[in-house]
């Protein structure tokens, strides 16, 4: 099993930036696909950025805004959060899948961290 706790929400401005990071337990995920996503009251959750050994995805809402990255010695992945706008306030939450490519669909990640809340002000 794997654990995965997120941390560094919070409130921010709009304009600012916060860093997001996930820290794994339980097993080594270097070889996994991770990835963030968000769900804001009313909305479906959505993938925001993922990372696997082929590569890294955004998705457009956040291209040139966001940066995701991962440092396997300390088993963590973060997400650069700049250019923070209204639209991005929600519930952020890591996953982590065994499949080693990025995929978007979040029924196919198979464990979930519980989430971290990040509010812009306008």
């Known amino acids: 099993q794997v654990q995965l706790v997120e941390s560094g929400g919070g409130l921010v401005q709009a304009g600012g930036s916060l860093r997001l990071s996930c820290t794994a337990s339980?097993?080594?995920?270097?070889?996994?696909?991770m990835a963030w996503f968000r769900q804001a009251p009313g909305k479906e959750r959505e993938i925001v950025a993922a990372?696997?050994?082929?590569?890294?995805y955004y998705a457009d809402s956040v291209k040139g805004r966001f940066t995701i990255s991962r440092d396997n010695a300390k088993n963590t992945v973060y997400l650069q959060m700049n250019s923070l706008k209204p639209e991005d306030m929600a519930v952020y939450y890591c996953?982590?899948?065994?499949?080693?490519?990025?995929?978007?669909?979040?029924?196919?990640?198979?464990?979930w961290g519980q989430g971290t809340q990040v509010t812009v002000s306008s």
């Open positions: 339980g097993r080594t995920v270097s070889s996994y696909t």
């Open positions: 990372v696997s050994w082929t590569g890294t």
């Open positions: 996953a982590a899948s065994t499949i080693q490519y990025i995929k978007v669909v979040s029924t196919l990640y198979d464990y």
